[in-house]
Protein backbone atom coordinates (compact mmCIF):
# COMPACT_ATOMS: atom_id res chain seq x y z
CA UNK A 1 0.00 0.00 0.00
CA UNK A 2 1.52 3.59 -0.80
CA UNK A 3 1.00 4.83 2.79
CA UNK A 4 3.62 2.10 4.16
CA UNK A 5 5.97 4.58 2.41
CA UNK A 6 5.19 7.77 4.04
CA UNK A 7 6.15 7.16 7.55
CA UNK A 8 3.19 9.09 8.31
CA UNK A 9 1.16 6.85 7.68
CA UNK A 10 2.70 3.77 9.20
CA UNK A 11 2.51 4.37 12.49
CA UNK A 12 -1.00 3.76 12.02
CA UNK A 13 -1.31 0.56 9.75
CA UNK A 14 -3.32 -1.83 11.71
CA UNK A 15 -0.81 -5.31 12.11
CA UNK A 16 -2.67 -8.30 12.17
CA UNK A 17 0.08 -10.05 14.46
CA UNK A 18 -1.73 -11.64 17.25
CA UNK A 19 -4.75 -12.12 19.13
CA UNK A 20 -8.15 -12.09 17.26
CA UNK A 21 -6.84 -11.32 13.71
CA UNK A 22 -3.53 -12.93 13.65
CA UNK A 23 -4.35 -15.55 11.55
CA UNK A 24 -7.62 -13.79 9.89
CA UNK A 25 -6.30 -10.42 9.04
CA UNK A 26 -9.57 -8.44 7.52
CA UNK A 27 -9.92 -5.59 4.72
CA UNK A 28 -8.93 -3.02 7.59
CA UNK A 29 -5.87 -4.65 7.70
CA UNK A 30 -4.46 -3.63 4.00
CA UNK A 31 -4.92 0.03 5.00
CA UNK A 32 -3.05 2.86 6.48
CA UNK A 33 -5.63 5.72 8.18
CA UNK A 34 -6.00 8.61 5.89
CA UNK A 35 -2.67 10.90 6.06
CA UNK A 36 -4.76 13.89 5.26
CA UNK A 37 -6.78 13.34 8.89
CA UNK A 38 -3.48 12.03 10.71
CA UNK A 39 -2.10 15.06 10.19
CA UNK A 40 -4.79 17.27 11.55
CA UNK A 41 -4.14 15.20 14.67
CA UNK A 42 -0.17 15.85 14.71
CA UNK A 43 -1.39 19.82 14.41
CA UNK A 44 -3.49 19.49 17.40
CA UNK A 45 -1.18 18.04 19.32
CA UNK A 46 1.84 20.48 18.34
CA UNK A 47 -0.32 23.20 18.63
CA UNK A 48 0.32 24.13 15.20
CA UNK A 49 -1.79 25.99 12.13
CA UNK A 50 -3.68 23.12 10.55
CA UNK A 51 -3.20 24.21 6.99
CA UNK A 52 -3.77 20.21 6.09
CA UNK A 53 -6.95 19.47 6.19
CA UNK A 54 -9.53 21.42 3.78
CA UNK A 55 -12.24 22.52 6.50
CA UNK A 56 -12.50 26.20 7.14
CA UNK A 57 -11.83 27.64 10.87
CA UNK A 58 -14.49 30.33 9.98
CA UNK A 59 -18.39 30.21 10.31
CA UNK A 60 -20.42 29.19 7.97
CA UNK A 61 -23.48 31.70 6.84
CA UNK A 62 -25.36 32.42 9.29
CA UNK A 63 -28.91 31.84 7.94
CA UNK A 64 -27.71 28.13 7.73
CA UNK A 65 -26.84 27.96 11.34
CA UNK A 66 -30.37 29.53 11.84
CA UNK A 67 -31.73 27.02 9.54
CA UNK A 68 -30.46 24.20 11.12
CA UNK A 69 -31.38 25.39 14.47
CA UNK A 70 -34.96 25.54 13.66
CA UNK A 71 -34.73 22.26 11.78
CA UNK A 72 -33.96 20.44 15.13
CA UNK A 73 -36.62 22.68 17.07
CA UNK A 74 -39.60 21.92 14.57
CA UNK A 75 -38.68 18.50 14.94
CA UNK A 76 -36.99 17.03 11.96
CA UNK A 77 -35.19 14.39 13.74
CA UNK A 78 -36.04 10.90 12.60
CA UNK A 79 -35.11 9.79 9.90
CA UNK A 80 -35.27 11.10 6.46
CA UNK A 81 -36.44 9.39 3.11
CA UNK A 82 -33.65 6.94 2.79
CA UNK A 83 -32.38 8.73 -0.50
CA UNK A 84 -33.27 12.46 1.00
CA UNK A 85 -35.99 14.53 2.10
CA UNK A 86 -37.94 15.53 -0.93
CA UNK A 87 -37.57 19.36 -0.47
CA UNK A 88 -34.42 18.83 -0.65
CA UNK A 89 -33.75 16.78 -3.84
CA UNK A 90 -36.88 19.34 -5.87
CA UNK A 91 -34.22 22.31 -4.72
CA UNK A 92 -31.16 19.97 -6.05
CA UNK A 93 -32.94 19.06 -8.87
CA UNK A 94 -33.84 23.20 -9.75
CA UNK A 95 -30.17 24.15 -8.93
CA UNK A 96 -28.23 21.37 -10.83
CA UNK A 97 -30.38 22.37 -13.77
CA UNK A 98 -29.66 26.22 -13.79
CA UNK A 99 -25.40 25.67 -12.28
CA UNK A 100 -24.63 22.62 -13.61
CA UNK A 101 -26.87 22.00 -17.27
CA UNK A 102 -28.19 18.64 -16.39
CA UNK A 103 -31.79 17.57 -15.94
CA UNK A 104 -32.33 15.04 -12.89
CA UNK A 105 -35.78 13.50 -12.21
CA UNK A 106 -36.08 14.13 -7.96
CA UNK A 107 -38.22 11.00 -7.90
CA UNK A 108 -35.71 8.34 -9.85
CA UNK A 109 -32.49 10.24 -10.34
CA UNK A 110 -30.85 12.04 -6.83
CA UNK A 111 -30.21 10.61 -3.82
CA UNK A 112 -28.63 12.75 -1.09
CA UNK A 113 -26.02 11.35 0.91
CA UNK A 114 -23.49 11.33 3.78
CA UNK A 115 -21.32 13.25 2.07
CA UNK A 116 -19.23 13.20 -1.26
CA UNK A 117 -17.45 10.63 0.68
CA UNK A 118 -20.34 8.32 0.85
CA UNK A 119 -21.74 9.25 -2.47
CA UNK A 120 -18.43 7.87 -3.61
CA UNK A 121 -18.33 4.88 -1.76
CA UNK A 122 -21.97 4.17 -2.31
CA UNK A 123 -21.33 4.81 -6.04
CA UNK A 124 -18.59 2.42 -6.17
CA UNK A 125 -20.20 -0.41 -4.70
CA UNK A 126 -22.97 0.15 -7.05
CA UNK A 127 -21.06 -0.09 -10.44
CA UNK A 128 -18.16 -2.15 -9.56
CA UNK A 129 -17.89 -5.77 -9.97
CA UNK A 130 -14.99 -7.26 -7.95
CA UNK A 131 -11.81 -7.82 -10.21
CA UNK A 132 -12.73 -4.70 -12.47
CA UNK A 133 -10.26 -1.89 -13.23
CA UNK A 134 -11.05 1.52 -12.05
CA UNK A 135 -9.03 4.48 -13.56
CA UNK A 136 -7.88 6.73 -11.17
CA UNK A 137 -5.94 9.84 -12.41
CA UNK A 138 -2.81 10.80 -10.36
CA UNK A 139 -2.10 13.00 -8.24
CA UNK A 140 -5.25 12.02 -6.84
CA UNK A 141 -7.53 12.42 -3.16
CA UNK A 142 -6.79 10.42 -1.02
CA UNK A 143 -10.24 8.74 -0.46
CA UNK A 144 -10.55 6.88 -3.96
CA UNK A 145 -7.67 4.32 -4.19
CA UNK A 146 -8.94 2.75 -1.18
CA UNK A 147 -12.64 3.15 -2.31
CA UNK A 148 -11.78 1.39 -5.70
CA UNK A 149 -10.46 -1.63 -3.23
CA UNK A 150 -12.95 -2.12 -0.80
CA UNK A 151 -15.91 -2.16 -3.45
CA UNK A 152 -13.30 -5.09 -5.18
CA UNK A 153 -11.54 -3.40 -7.88
CA UNK A 154 -7.97 -2.78 -8.74
CA UNK A 155 -7.02 1.21 -8.76
CA UNK A 156 -5.25 1.82 -12.28
CA UNK A 157 -3.28 5.17 -11.62
CA UNK A 158 -2.87 7.14 -14.46
CA UNK A 159 -0.55 10.11 -13.89
CA UNK A 160 -1.26 13.75 -15.34
CA UNK A 161 0.98 15.76 -17.54
CA UNK A 162 3.33 17.95 -15.73
CA UNK A 163 0.99 20.61 -15.99
CA UNK A 164 -1.90 18.08 -14.58
CA UNK A 165 -3.43 18.36 -17.94
CA UNK A 166 -4.10 14.98 -19.11
CA UNK A 167 -2.02 12.84 -20.86
CA UNK A 168 -4.34 10.77 -23.84
CA UNK A 169 -1.46 8.45 -24.44
CA UNK A 170 -1.35 7.36 -20.66
CA UNK A 171 -5.34 6.78 -20.41
CA UNK A 172 -6.11 5.38 -23.91
CA UNK A 173 -3.36 2.88 -22.43
CA UNK A 174 -4.58 2.03 -19.09
CA UNK A 175 -8.07 1.06 -20.57
CA UNK A 176 -7.91 -2.56 -20.99
CA UNK A 177 -10.97 -5.40 -21.10
CA UNK A 178 -11.41 -5.29 -17.28
CA UNK A 179 -11.96 -1.57 -17.13
CA UNK A 180 -15.59 -0.50 -15.66
CA UNK A 181 -14.97 3.15 -14.37
CA UNK A 182 -13.00 6.39 -14.81
CA UNK A 183 -12.93 8.46 -11.38
CA UNK A 184 -12.38 12.29 -12.34
CA UNK A 185 -11.96 15.21 -9.42
CA UNK A 186 -12.65 19.06 -11.21
CA UNK A 187 -11.97 21.26 -10.12
CA UNK A 188 -9.11 19.14 -8.53
CA UNK A 189 -7.50 18.19 -5.15
CA UNK A 190 -4.52 18.51 -4.93
CA UNK A 191 -3.84 20.39 -7.92
CA UNK A 192 -6.37 23.30 -8.52
CA UNK A 193 -6.69 21.77 -12.14
CA UNK A 194 -9.83 22.74 -13.50
CA UNK A 195 -10.36 20.62 -16.43
CA UNK A 196 -10.95 21.80 -19.85
CA UNK A 197 -14.34 20.82 -22.48
CA UNK A 198 -11.22 19.10 -24.39
CA UNK A 199 -10.41 17.19 -21.84
CA UNK A 200 -13.50 16.22 -20.57
CA UNK A 201 -14.30 15.16 -24.52
CA UNK A 202 -11.83 13.19 -25.01
CA UNK A 203 -13.08 11.52 -21.69
CA UNK A 204 -16.60 11.33 -22.58
CA UNK A 205 -15.40 9.16 -26.19
CA UNK A 206 -12.53 7.03 -23.89
CA UNK A 207 -16.14 6.12 -21.63
CA UNK A 208 -18.19 6.04 -24.54
CA UNK A 209 -15.97 4.03 -26.60
CA UNK A 210 -15.05 1.45 -23.76
CA UNK A 211 -18.65 0.95 -22.23
CA UNK A 212 -17.22 2.62 -18.88
CA UNK A 213 -18.82 4.56 -16.28
CA UNK A 214 -17.56 8.02 -15.01
CA UNK A 215 -17.60 8.97 -11.05
CA UNK A 216 -16.96 12.74 -11.14
CA UNK A 217 -16.72 14.29 -7.92
CA UNK A 218 -17.41 18.23 -7.91
CA UNK A 219 -17.42 19.02 -4.48
CA UNK A 220 -15.35 22.23 -5.56
CA UNK A 221 -17.85 23.35 -8.07
CA UNK A 222 -18.40 26.78 -6.95
CA UNK A 223 -14.50 27.93 -6.10
CA UNK A 224 -13.15 28.66 -8.90
CA UNK A 225 -10.85 31.68 -10.33
CA UNK A 226 -9.83 34.13 -12.78
CA UNK A 227 -12.78 34.21 -14.68
CA UNK A 228 -12.83 30.66 -15.09
CA UNK A 229 -15.92 27.71 -15.74
CA UNK A 230 -16.44 24.44 -14.07
CA UNK A 231 -18.20 22.31 -16.80
CA UNK A 232 -19.76 19.07 -15.15
CA UNK A 233 -18.64 16.00 -17.34
CA UNK A 234 -22.01 14.41 -16.85
CA UNK A 235 -23.64 17.25 -19.40
CA UNK A 236 -21.53 16.26 -22.30
CA UNK A 237 -23.25 14.08 -25.07
CA UNK A 238 -23.33 11.11 -24.47
CA UNK A 239 -22.75 10.37 -20.77
CA UNK A 240 -26.16 11.03 -19.58
CA UNK A 241 -26.73 7.40 -18.80
CA UNK A 242 -23.07 6.82 -17.79
CA UNK A 243 -21.92 9.47 -15.13
CA UNK A 244 -22.31 9.81 -11.29
CA UNK A 245 -22.60 13.61 -10.83
CA UNK A 246 -21.07 13.95 -7.09
CA UNK A 247 -21.58 17.11 -5.19
CA UNK A 248 -21.39 18.44 -1.49
CA UNK A 249 -22.59 21.35 0.69
CA UNK A 250 -19.26 20.57 2.68
CA UNK A 251 -17.13 23.41 0.40
CA UNK A 252 -19.64 25.78 -0.91
CA UNK A 253 -21.42 26.33 2.17
CA UNK A 254 -18.60 25.55 4.75
CA UNK A 255 -20.45 22.86 6.59
CA UNK A 256 -17.55 19.79 6.44
CA UNK A 257 -19.24 18.63 9.59
CA UNK A 258 -22.94 18.35 8.70
CA UNK A 259 -21.97 15.56 6.13
CA UNK A 260 -24.34 15.95 3.66
CA UNK A 261 -24.46 15.31 0.01
CA UNK A 262 -25.53 13.86 -3.23
CA UNK A 263 -24.88 11.52 -5.84
CA UNK A 264 -26.90 12.68 -9.34
CA UNK A 265 -27.39 9.78 -12.04
CA UNK A 266 -29.95 8.22 -14.25
CA UNK A 267 -32.63 5.81 -12.77
CA UNK A 268 -30.79 2.90 -13.47
CA UNK A 269 -27.11 3.76 -11.67
CA UNK A 270 -29.75 5.64 -9.26
CA UNK A 271 -31.44 2.91 -8.39
CA UNK A 272 -28.24 0.43 -7.69
CA UNK A 273 -26.44 3.58 -5.93
CA UNK A 274 -29.43 4.04 -3.36
CA UNK A 275 -29.46 0.08 -2.44
CA UNK A 276 -26.47 0.68 -1.16
CA UNK A 277 -26.69 3.82 0.35
CA UNK A 278 -29.98 2.75 2.29
CA UNK A 279 -27.61 -0.74 3.66
CA UNK A 280 -24.36 2.02 4.26
CA UNK A 281 -26.16 4.64 6.05
CA UNK A 282 -29.79 4.62 6.05
CA UNK A 283 -29.87 7.93 4.93
CA UNK A 284 -28.12 11.68 5.79
CA UNK A 285 -28.57 13.68 8.62
CA UNK A 286 -32.61 14.93 8.62
CA UNK A 287 -32.34 18.48 10.39
CA UNK A 288 -29.55 18.91 8.24
CA UNK A 289 -31.33 18.28 4.98
CA UNK A 290 -33.62 21.01 5.95
CA UNK A 291 -30.97 23.27 6.19
CA UNK A 292 -29.73 22.08 2.98
CA UNK A 293 -32.44 23.23 1.13
CA UNK A 294 -31.70 27.23 2.79
CA UNK A 295 -28.16 26.94 1.61
CA UNK A 296 -29.59 26.23 -1.99
CA UNK A 297 -31.87 29.33 -1.68
CA UNK A 298 -29.00 31.46 -1.08
CA UNK A 299 -29.04 34.27 -4.19
CA UNK A 300 -26.13 34.47 -6.78
CA UNK A 301 -24.30 36.55 -5.01
CA UNK A 302 -23.44 34.54 -2.34
CA UNK A 303 -21.09 31.92 -4.62
CA UNK A 304 -19.56 35.03 -6.29
CA UNK A 305 -18.44 36.34 -2.99
CA UNK A 306 -17.40 32.42 -2.16
CA UNK A 307 -14.97 32.55 -4.53
CA UNK A 308 -13.99 36.87 -4.59
CA UNK A 309 -12.87 35.42 -0.88
CA UNK A 310 -10.99 32.46 -1.66
CA UNK A 311 -9.09 34.37 -4.58
CA UNK A 312 -8.45 37.04 -1.73
CA UNK A 313 -6.99 33.52 0.33
CA UNK A 314 -5.06 31.75 -2.24
CA UNK A 315 -2.82 35.11 -2.96
CA UNK A 316 -2.13 35.80 0.77
CA UNK A 317 -1.00 31.98 1.03
CA UNK A 318 0.64 31.89 -2.39
CA UNK A 319 2.63 35.16 -1.54
CA UNK A 320 3.32 33.39 1.57
CA UNK A 321 4.67 30.65 0.21
CA UNK A 322 6.91 31.82 -2.58
CA UNK A 323 8.24 34.36 -0.12
CA UNK A 324 9.20 31.20 2.36
CA UNK A 325 11.18 29.63 -0.59
CA UNK A 326 8.65 27.41 -1.82
CA UNK A 327 8.25 26.95 -5.79
CA UNK A 328 4.55 26.59 -7.28
CA UNK A 329 1.74 27.97 -9.18
CA UNK A 330 -1.27 29.87 -8.41
CA UNK A 331 -4.42 26.89 -8.40
CA UNK A 332 -7.02 27.26 -11.08
CA UNK A 333 -9.72 25.95 -8.49
CA UNK A 334 -10.67 24.51 -5.13
CA UNK A 335 -8.65 25.57 -2.20
CA UNK A 336 -5.00 23.97 -2.42
CA UNK A 337 -1.48 24.91 -3.40
CA UNK A 338 0.54 22.52 -4.12
CA UNK A 339 3.82 23.02 -3.71
CA UNK A 340 7.11 21.62 -4.88
CA UNK A 341 9.88 21.19 -2.43
CA UNK A 342 13.16 20.01 -3.88
CA UNK A 343 15.04 23.06 -2.87
CA UNK A 344 14.70 22.66 0.80
CA UNK A 345 16.57 19.25 0.89
CA UNK A 346 13.91 16.66 2.72
CA UNK A 347 11.54 14.21 1.79
CA UNK A 348 7.74 14.87 2.08
CA UNK A 349 7.19 13.10 5.13
CA UNK A 350 10.24 14.85 6.82
CA UNK A 351 9.69 18.02 5.83
CA UNK A 352 6.13 17.58 6.67
CA UNK A 353 7.19 16.30 10.24
CA UNK A 354 9.48 19.53 10.66
CA UNK A 355 6.98 22.12 9.77
CA UNK A 356 4.41 20.83 11.98
CA UNK A 357 7.11 20.11 15.05
CA UNK A 358 9.23 23.20 14.52
CA UNK A 359 7.66 25.66 12.63
CA UNK A 360 4.16 25.33 13.61
CA UNK A 361 2.16 24.94 10.38
CA UNK A 362 0.77 21.32 9.36
CA UNK A 363 0.41 20.56 5.74
CA UNK A 364 -0.26 17.38 3.83
CA UNK A 365 2.85 15.22 2.42
CA UNK A 366 2.66 14.53 -1.37
CA UNK A 367 3.22 11.21 -1.27
CA UNK A 368 -0.15 10.70 0.06
CA UNK A 369 -1.71 11.89 -3.40
CA UNK A 370 0.20 9.25 -5.35
CA UNK A 371 0.72 5.48 -5.83
CA UNK A 372 3.87 6.39 -6.68
CA UNK A 373 6.45 9.34 -6.39
CA UNK A 374 5.01 12.15 -4.54
CA UNK A 375 8.13 12.84 -2.43
CA UNK A 376 9.05 16.26 -3.62
CA UNK A 377 5.33 17.95 -3.20
CA UNK A 378 3.38 19.16 0.10
CA UNK A 379 0.14 20.53 0.07
CA UNK A 380 -1.41 23.61 2.01
CA UNK A 381 -4.64 24.58 2.32
CA UNK A 382 -6.06 27.98 2.56
CA UNK A 383 -9.53 27.32 3.61
CA UNK A 384 -8.92 29.53 6.92
CA UNK A 385 -9.40 33.02 7.83
CA UNK A 386 -7.20 35.80 6.67
CA UNK A 387 -5.09 36.11 9.90
CA UNK A 388 -4.59 32.61 10.33
CA UNK A 389 -3.20 32.73 6.38
CA UNK A 390 -0.89 35.72 7.60
CA UNK A 391 0.41 33.69 10.63
CA UNK A 392 0.89 30.80 9.12
CA UNK A 393 3.20 32.46 6.72
CA UNK A 394 4.81 34.64 9.39
CA UNK A 395 5.85 30.89 10.88
CA UNK A 396 6.91 29.31 7.16
CA UNK A 397 8.77 33.12 6.54
CA UNK A 398 11.78 31.40 9.47
CA UNK A 399 12.21 28.75 6.06
CA UNK A 400 14.33 31.62 3.80
C1 LIG B 1 -11.98 16.02 -3.67
C2 LIG B 1 -12.71 15.78 -2.40
N1 LIG B 1 -13.77 14.95 -2.40
C3 LIG B 1 -14.44 14.70 -1.27
C4 LIG B 1 -14.09 15.27 -0.07
C5 LIG B 1 -14.90 14.96 1.16
O1 LIG B 1 -16.13 15.60 1.02
P1 LIG B 1 -17.39 15.43 1.97
O2 LIG B 1 -17.19 16.31 3.15
O3 LIG B 1 -18.54 15.89 1.14
O4 LIG B 1 -17.51 14.00 2.32
C6 LIG B 1 -13.00 16.15 -0.02
C7 LIG B 1 -12.59 16.76 1.26
O5 LIG B 1 -11.56 17.36 1.39
C8 LIG B 1 -12.30 16.41 -1.22
O6 LIG B 1 -11.26 17.24 -1.25
Redesign the pocket.
Same mark, same amino acid.
Given at each position: MKHARSGIGRTQKTAAKEGLFAKHPSRADTFTESV?REMTRLALAHNAINLA???PDFPCPEELKTAASVAVRDNHNQYAITWGAKNLRDALSARVKTFNGMDFDPETEITVT? &??????MASMLAVIRPGDEVIVPEPF?E?YGPDAEISGAVPKYVPLAADFSINEEAWKKAVSRKTRAIIL?TP??PTGKIFTRGELAFIRDLCVDHNLVALT?E??EHIVYDGRKHISLGSLDGMEDRTVTIG????TYSV?GW?V &?YALADADLTSRIRKIHDFLTVGAPAPLQQAAVTALSLPGSYYLGLAEEYNRKRHILYNGLKKAGFSCELPEG?YYIFTDIAGFGKSDVDFARYLVEKIGVAAVPGSSFYHTGGETKLRFTFSKLDGTLEEACRRLEKLA
Open positions: IQGFC &GSTEAMYNNNNDIYSFSKTR &GA
